[in-house]
């Protein structure tokens, strides 16, 4: 299991999810930007725009290496030296607000003395959280983690509480889902390649899950109230990938690709002052749910 | 020159300036929130909606004390101990494109043991920028500076090009102005009196100039390719707001009212992947004039 293996199997993987999606979505086409990092290695964007289903979103690959500059290192805790780092990254926005938002990224690191990791993560956020879809959508990811390790969906999806969090709305994101980060050898006990393969089926369970998400909700009827609450609720979006998301932070202060790491910024999102949902409301509702250890998957 | 009299001058701005606004508008009218901090102190938030002229805009005003928490006072670079921190924060986004987003700030802060500094600073960020409306901007900031000290404006300018700069996309906020901060008698060999002198007249000169754009500009038509690079040229106003700028961050770090400072999102803001401007029109000319380092004062 070398990076080259790794590199080209979550090559494969965005190029299939995009068919997938492509397939889901009907009408909506990704388009492929090609970029070289100056520094070593480079990446291939593919962005849709005006779906039928998929208003705007990315399926982002990468794989870039170079010499790793000091404060790099010392913020990734590693020794200097020249690192490799490949992933997928995906965010869609759909129109219809009862369509959730998703986001999963796989990624694997390495340093040229010998470390390396994997992470990633899948988080779902509904504009309207229904119990029925956030049930599917996690026990979806326990079955995935179950298959490699019964410890991994109990401890990973904590960690996507914490860190899908928006800590000035004192909310979640949406539902969470599965996190995780610096797997390898010494922290996990499993060797590089059965790490790979649970990573990998991280990602294969993106499109069966997020695809039938897409067929089942994309033409229910809505209305301009439920309409605005998900321009609202992608200003939410917004806050968080632009104060917190480490992947996003990290990117723009070192001079990443800005059009691919900000592929995951909506087309439209609203900011109303102080906006307060009615009582019984659904969208009531929805706040109410946006909570860390609400145990959805059996 | 005490911080009670400091506080009552910045609350009788905040005053003035909103029924200039008013005045201006015509139509829009601020509502007030007033604020506790449970810690100490308190704010009076002022946001106005759906105006004629403006969309979305705060002026809002707060005085605030209590301990400095540990992580606060080493990032400030002051003796732990007690604080006091009083300003008035402005920004406002106009319906129309032709008329300029603008963020004026002046304020005040202290420690117990007798330390003291002023900041502040106003910039304009117009969605199609018109030199002369660059020069008449920053004539009017030169003029206000050069009443206290000539050496301000060339200074105070520089640190706005800096700091008001969206690093990610190599390109400044807008047109910038003048930016300050730590103005003390040791720092600048006036006495506080004097420097609370010039801050105010920074705090005073904001009105006058905005509400004449207003008037000039307001009527003026605009047609949807106009409107829609408003709205991405909002996306980069949202951009510097999370990302870069100290006080949004620092507030929204330290437990800040949120809903109070992130009055400067804008009601709707707009990403399209990789947008490019045509060649030879005014959204290019804007693009091209995003810099730092232009002379617009005489």
Redesign the interface.
């Known amino acids: 299991m070398n990076k080259v293996q790794i590199e080209e199997a979550f090559k494969k993987l965005q190029i299939d999810i995009i068919s997938r999606l492509e397939a889901a979505d009907g009408i909506g086409k990704f388009r492929f930007?090609e970029w070289q990092r100056e520094e070593g290695g480079g990446g291939l964007s593919s962005?849709v725009?005006n779906g039928k289903i998929i208003e705007?979103g990315?399926v982002n690959f990468s794989a870039v290496e170079g010499p790793l500059n000091p404060q790099a290192a010392k913020s990734l805790g590693v020794e200097p030296g020249v690192f490799f780092a490949t992933g997928v990254s995906i965010v869609l926005h759909p129109n219809n607000p009862m369509v959730p938002i998703i986001h999963m990224n796989i990624r694997y690191f390495e340093m040229d003395g010998g470390e390396y990791w994997f992470g990633g993560g899948i988080d779902l956020t509904p504009h309207y959280i229904q119990e029925d879809q956030a049930r599917t959508f996690h026990q979806a990811l326990k079955n995935t983690c179950d298959k490699h390790n019964p410890d991994y969906y109990p401890e990973f999806k904590v960690w996507a509480d914490d860190y899908f969090f928006i800590?000035?709305?004192n909310e979640t994101r949406g539902i969470g889902g599965i996190f995780f980060d610096r797997l390898n050898q010494e922290t996990r006990g499993l060797n590089k390649e059965e790490l790979f393969n649970f990573v990998l089926d991280v990602g294969k369970t993106f499109a069966p899950v997020y695809t039938k998400f897409m067929s089942e909700l994309h033409h229910l009827p809505f209305n301009e109230t439920q309409r605005n609450w998900q321009?609202l609720r992608r200003?939410r979006y917004?806050?968080f990938n632009?104060?917190y998301d480490r992947g996003t932070?990290f990117g723009?202060e070192t001079g990443g690709r800005?059009?691919s790491?900000?592929?995951s910024?909506?087309?439209?999102?609203?900011?109303?002052?102080?906006f307060q949902t009615e009582a019984g409301s659904p969208e009531e509702k929805t706040l109410s749910l946006l909570k860390k250890g609400l145990q959805w998957a059996k």
Request: no cysteine; glycine share 6%; aromatic share 6%.
């Open positions: 930007d962005i725009e705007k990315g800590k000035h709305r321009l200003g917004v806050e632009l104060v932070r723009l800005t059009e790491i900000l592929m910024l909506p087309n439209q999102a609203n900011w109303t002052y102080d």
